[in-house]
């Protein structure tokens, strides 16, 4: 029997790893700067934690959710993002006890029960960053120059960040009064979904993919024309907070969001080299979730970078994992076992060293060599070892240097190189 992935899950080989490592790298070192520190959380939710707070009439929520019961017989979800989750633990841990801003960052994969296409998996992964306690739009500024940082630092260019303001519950009823006048008079033109979520929650249906929905809700009003005072002044103060701090930003007054938990600030980064998935990153405030996850009421503004949308954008430019420090070629049976032993005590003195463990001929071993990248050479015969004297072959410079067939003269002839 032949066994393969899921559809829509892939595996990472370590031939595609460093790039993995580069960003994650990155990602941490700029996180410490900004005072993030990392959360990890199960995989595994309780359904009704992302119900509750991702919503019902969501597409996450009505379509792409890994739901099962588990044998106990409760309903469980692979996490299709990672802010309900943290929101979860936030609140079960208490971690509004702390100092405010309290900031987190996670990384990890995600499941969504989507259809499969170019940079769109049912398994993917994200490095998420939540930023609690305050309401300021400092934090809002800070936590979108953050984000642009990382990407910066991985190498992205190109990138386009978009921002703007969702309102608060305190909006929401006059727009979803200016936006149901508005879809009303064509709702005909708009798929069974859309229809359904006329009444339930008509702001879903900005977020439609439908092609003919996309076109029906053309000149919709924007949330953005309706937002209460309170929304408005803070909006003005996000924008005169990201042009202080020099983030370039183009205001998107039509940017929604496929989650129902976002208050004010909203924001999306697309890159224009990835075609129609072309979102790498989004993100934006939540005021009311802690206290609806039964905290009690903290402000809180989140983002999540999709990895494998920003991998195809600069796997080119990072560097392949070197190969060993040292690859020792050994001839015959007593050759091997001191080569062996050497290779033992020179890892635990911090050099990756590999050796040869059968008795190929001595062209094989250095076509493997040269194959795995091996920096240092050396080979040991029957003279060798009765001389107990070898030659380094450095693999780049072709240099050769003789020393003792001993493990510490080996470890400071190739550290000094
Ligand atoms: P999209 O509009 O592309 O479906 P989204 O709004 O559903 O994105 P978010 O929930 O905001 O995405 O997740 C943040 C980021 O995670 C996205 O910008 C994207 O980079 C990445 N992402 C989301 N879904 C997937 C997926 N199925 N496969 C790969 N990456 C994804
Ligand atoms: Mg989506």
């Not at 595994?44 to 119900?51: A, N, P, W």
């Not at 296409?117 to 936590?143: L, N, V």
């Not at 796997?315 to 076992?337: I, R, W």
């Amino acid at each position: 029997m032949k066994y393969k992935t899921l559809k829509g899950l892939q595996d990472i080989l370590p031939a595609e790893i460093s790039v993995w490592h580069h960003i994650e790298n990155r990602a941490r070192g700029i996180f410490r700067n900004y005072g993030y520190q990392e959360i990890r959380l199960p995989i595994l939710e309780s359904t009704d934690v992302f119900i509750r707070s991702i919503g019902e009439t969501s597409d996450i929520v009505e379509k792409e959710m890994y739901t099962f019961q588990d044998k106990g017989g409760r309903s469980v979800t692979l996490r299709p993002e990672g802010t309900a989750s943290f929101v979860r633990a936030y609140v079960e841990h208490h971690l509004y006890n702390e100092p405010a801003p309290q900031k987190f960052y996670y990384m990890g994969p995600m499941f969504r029960y989507e259809r499969p296409q170019a940079f769109r998996y049912r398994q993917f992964y994200q490095i998420g960053a939540e930023a609690m306690g305050i309401d300021d739009t400092k934090i809002d500024a800070e936590i979108i120059a953050m984000l642009s940082n990382i990407l910066g630092s991985i190498g992205l260019t190109g990138l386009n960040f978009e921002v703007t303001s969702i309102g608060c519950k305190k909006c929401r009823p006059d727009y979803r009064t200016a936006l149901k006048s508005f879809l009303g008079s064509r709702l005909d033109k708009f798929c069974g979904d859309c229809q359904r979520r006329y009444d339930a929650n008509p702001l879903r249906i900005l977020d439609c993919k439908v092609p003919s929905c996309i076109e029906s809700r053309k000149g919709s009003p924007p949330v953005l024309d309706h937002l209460c005072g309170e929304c408005r002044e803070h909006f003005e103060s996000l924008i005169s907070h990201l042009e202080l701090l020099e983030v370039p930003h183009t205001v998107n007054p039509n940017l929604v969001r496929g989650l129902d938990y976002y208050t004010k600030t909203a924001f999306e980064v697309s890159s224009k080299n990835l075609g129609s998935q072309s979102a790498v990153a989004a993100g934006g405030r939540y005021d009311s979730m802690v206290d609806e996850f039964g905290g009690p009421p903290t402000p809180g503004i989140g983002f999540a970078i999709g990895m494998e949308r920003i991998i195809p954008l600069i796997k080119d430019s990072v560097g392949v994992t070197a190969g060993p420090d040292l690859f020792f070629c050994p001839l015959g049976a007593a050759a091997a076992e001191k080569a062996f032993l050497l290779t033992e005590q020179l890892r635990t003195e911090g050099l990756w060293v590999e050796t040869n463990y059968d008795g190929t001929s001595l062209r094989s071993q250095m076509r493997k060599a040269n194959r795995i990248s091996a920096g240092n050479v050396i080979v040991i015969g029957d003279e060798e070892l009765k001389n107990n004297k070898i030659i380094l072959k450095n693999m780049t410079t072709r240099e050769e240097t003789s020393s003792a067939l001993e493990a510490k003269e080996l470890l400071n002839l190739i550290i000094r190189k």
